[in-house]
Structure formats: C-alpha cells, structure tokens
C-alpha cells in the first residue's frame, strides 16, 4: 500500500514540476545599432521560454516599458501578429539616440491561449539606436 502512495505521489510531483511556467530569458540582436535616417534596422529575439513578444520604441535611453510614451519617430514597424514578433523591421524618420525594448513573457497555457488571470512571467531587454 505505501508503494502505491509513493507512486501516486511522484507521479503529482512530476505533474506539478511540468506544468509550472518558467521566466523567460530575454534577448534580441539588431543587424545594426548605428544607421541613417530613414535606413532599415531588424532586430531578433533570441529569447528562450517565451510565448508572447512586445516590442516597444522611445526617444532617448530607458531602461523598462514606460508606459504611454513610445516615440512617433519609429516608422514602418512590421506588421504585428498575434502573439507578437519575434522578428522587427522597423525605422526612425528623424537624428536622435532611441531605445528599442522587447518585453517577452511566457504565459501559461501559451498565447493566443492566455485568458485574464492567467499566470506568466515576463522580462525586458533593451538595444540602444544611434540614428546620424
């Protein structure tokens, strides 16, 4: 009979541990951090336990989302899918220095499947742009 209540209970335990969502690694590269105006940047996520990918573009240098404030010098963004890109195009129409951030997260039950409520971890990375 204890063997049988072992059993059952390795068998919860693997079931928790399974079912538990992990923090994403969050990381992306850019094929360049200097460019011209109006000049073609990609960035790539290289994230690791992520379902779901926000990009997001500022003036100046950040560090987090800052909510409300992207900058409307970004022009021809990709256009977005429904759990986000893993992959940006993207360009700036004016000089400065910008930060482009993703914000990964890893919602469990996977997007589009996530509901309100629903557990996750999310993370940010950041690249800054030199627009000459």
């Not at 100046?60 to 404030?69: H, M, N, T």
Request: some cysteine.
């Amino acid at each position: 009979m204890k063997s049988i209540h072992l059993i059952i209970a390795a068998l919860v335990l693997v079931f928790v541990i399974s079912s538990c969502t992990k923090k994403p690694e969050v990381s992306f590269t850019v094929n360049k951090t200097t460019a011209a105006v109006n000049e073609e940047i990609t960035a790539t996520s290289t994230s690791t336990d992520a379902n779901e990918y926000s990009w997001f573009f500022y003036e100046g240098i950040v560090a987090s989302v800052q909510e409300g404030s992207s900058t409307s010098h970004v022009t021809e963004i990709t256009e977005w899918k429904e759990c986000g890109n893993t992959t940006m195009t993207f360009k700036f129409d004016s000089v400065g220095t910008y930060t482009v951030l993703l914000k990964a997260c890893n919602w469990r039950g996977g997007c589009p499947f996530k509901e309100s409520g629903t557990s996750g971890f999310c993370d940010e990375a950041t690249e800054i742009i030199t627009i000459q």
